[in-house]
């Protein structure tokens, strides 16, 4: 059975924040109205909610937020589901509202994810976070996301034989890139330029990763109004399809072992995603990827195809991942510099590959043509979702 | 753009109970097992797991379980999705199941919802399972749910002019048939005749809703296979179809203040099934309420056309809700007697109607020919879920 075209008619995007007074709902209101507005729409046009949200249970004491979320913007009545699957919970949602819609269900829906993870301070939130590893007999040793991206520093290195000085040396220019490109992302977090040396006489979180290799805790909301093809040739002359979608999940880390420091969920969804687009990874113009420690990054390039495995430090190494290098990663400051609202994420990386594809973002971090774009969110240990977005004009 | 028919070929079910020891993962293998072996499938066949989910986070420390789910049983390496919205968890997770099988994306997928929600006892669970409603400011009133059902029965009662001591009566004779019922379904939690006098006389929790007119806490796991007709038609000559879905979301309570008692998002959900069925109440043969409390399902059976508004509780009165009456309600015992499992309570629903459908009940609950079923499910203050199922032979 054919599938309709599904288009990204319009995005919305809070600044994302550390320690902000706004509700979820407010932010996702904020996110959902300019979203909305960007579409040449009204929320009556609203048919369906689709909305990641991680934490909001432990950082605000409000479950199911997805249904005062369709109130607060005035279209309650609407279905509106909640997605969690950690940091990947908003690629899910748009995932989901992607059938929905190719499915010929519905014509216009809402879909990303709003998240206020800094409400809880960075030391409750990382142990509140942890309770997305296996609860029952991982986390009881004490592993929190630190700990298990240091423990795939250390396997990294080891079973590629790349020294404990270069792959230092590798995330620290993961870091270095990403703060450089988010000095110039107004709705980011931080705005500060960072050194090889910065990062590496930053205090140790846990060895080998220090301040600078991890991403902050983040408040914000994005979210992206999704037409079938028809209705978004109606309303705007700037349509983003969404042509690939994939998602896999992996288990526990010890039920990972014989893959680590490789991500196999990563694999299998991202080979979903490019399959049904029928792209390979060199028709990528663009990627937003999961950055949550600088280690992730060098294995995310790896299982996404643009670095052979043991290899993907080299892309910075060699700035193949600037503005103009082979592929351009984390422009817009990434996890590591834009943010991290983690329901949120993944809506927020669709977002900035809309913005650059129209010629929307800041000139300092604007690229060269992007025609294709691709969007890499790892939520937990794991759940990894993908989505291929391509240019529609 | 015409949908496939999408059709449960299996169902799967735990044992509901109070206080044991197994986790959300196992609880969710033991139903996920059942209901592959009972569509004669095996793990690998399973193209992707929705999962209903509501308070892992706090009764295990858990979060995105169905990761560790889809590991469990040896299917990592799908794509699995957690769904929230309350109590409604399950139901949303079918009702998406559903999509994405009735589009062609997927050929025979898992759905359905796990919760293990007596870990934390009676008192905290009150208290925890009150974050789904406005925890900005509702909750702080010191709203929980035996106190939100409490008003809308002194609001039904005002409303409607009926005597606190018929609306009494009415609520008794809810909870009495389910615990009869339920004396029977040996999956269910409590297996105790009550009478009208013990409802009355049993303990206030919240005036005017004694012990006996509220559902316990309980864990338990139930999912279902569903695959396309194509498929279904090879595994199974009794395939159940979903003929219609539906889903809808209320906000908070003070936003629904025009309509209550009435929940206007149960009739927006019920409608769309309804629609999308193509049938009217009165061509359902079972139904299976979300009686949380005993006035629920007076206010529910009004919703979803059974009963005029303001004379739902006649249908008790009259032991029109009994088998052979003129719409058996709730013959698995309900959330009452059976149990309330949250996140898993919509995919019960659906199981105990298939089994009704195949003769595969106990005989003393065992409905007369079971044509068209229908599954309400209500999510906090609310997301409303709907489906509607039809015998397929």
């Known amino acids: 059975m054919a599938l309709r075209k599904v288009a990204i008619v319009g995005v919305g995007h809070t600044p994302f924040t550390f320690g902000g007074e706004k509700t979820s709902v407010e932010l996702f209101s904020e996110a959902a109205m300019e979203a909305i507005n960007n579409s ?24 199911m937020v997805q249904s005062y979320c369709a109130d607060d913007i005035g279209i309650a009545g609407i279905p509106a589901t909640r997605f969690e699957g950690a940091c990947a919970s908003a690629t899910m949602a748009i995932r989901d509202a992607f059938i929905w819609v190719a499915s010929g269900f519905y014509d216009i829906v809402l879909a990303g994810g709003v998240e206020t993870a800094s409400k809880m301070g960075t030391p409750l939130a990382t142990r509140t976070f942890a309770m997305f590893t296996d609860s029952h007999y991982e986390y009881p040793s004490g592993l929190t996301f630190p700990g298990a991206f240091a423990m795939l520093a250390h396997l990294y290195s080891a079973k590629y034989g790349i020294s404990f000085e270069r792959l230092r040396r590798q995330m620290s220019l993961v870091s270095v890139q990403s703060h450089h490109y988010g000095m110039y992302n107004h709705l980011g977090q931080l705005h500060k330029e960072i050194t090889v040396e910065d990062v590496e006489k930053s205090f140790m979180v846990t060895s080998p990763l220090t301040l600078y290799d991890c991403c902050p805790f983040s408040d914000g909301a994005a979210m992206v109004v999704l037409a079938s093809e028809e ?39 991202v080979q979903q995603a490019y399959d049904m687009a029928d792209i390979k990874p060199e028709d990528v113009d663009l990627v937003e990827l999961h950055d949550c420690f600088s280690i992730a990054s060098i294995i995310a390039v790896e299982s996404l195809g643009f670095a052979d495995f043991g290899h993907g430090g080299e892309l910075w190494e060699k700035g193949e991942t600037k503005i103009g290098g082979k592929i351009p990663i984390n422009i817009s400051g990434g996890l590591k ?16 590959i809309v913005k650059q594809m129209k010629y929307e973002v800041e000139p300092q971090r604007q690229a060269e043509e992007v025609k294709i774009g691709l969007t890499d969110t790892l939520g937990g240990d794991g759940v990894l979702a993908h989505l291929v977005l391509q240019r529609g004009w």
């Not at 040449?40 to 479950?63: H, M, R, T, V, W």
């Not at 979608?245 to 039920?255: E, H, L, M």
């Not at 510099?337 to 900035?352: E, F, L, N, R, W």
């Open 337 to 352: 510099s834009k943010g991290h609202p983690i329901g949120a994420t993944g809506a927020s990386q669709v977002c900035d």
């Open 40 to 63: 040449n729409l009204k929320p009556k046009d609203i048919q369906a909610l689709y909305c990641g949200n991680c934490l909001g249970d432990f950082s605000e004491g409000q479950g």
């Open 231 to 269: 209705k978004a040739k109606k309303l705007t002359d700037k349509p983003v399809y969404i042509i690939g979608v994939g998602q896999s999940s992996s288990g526990k880390y010890s039920a990972q072992y014989k893959y680590l420091p490789r991500l196999r969920a990563r694999e299998l969804s």
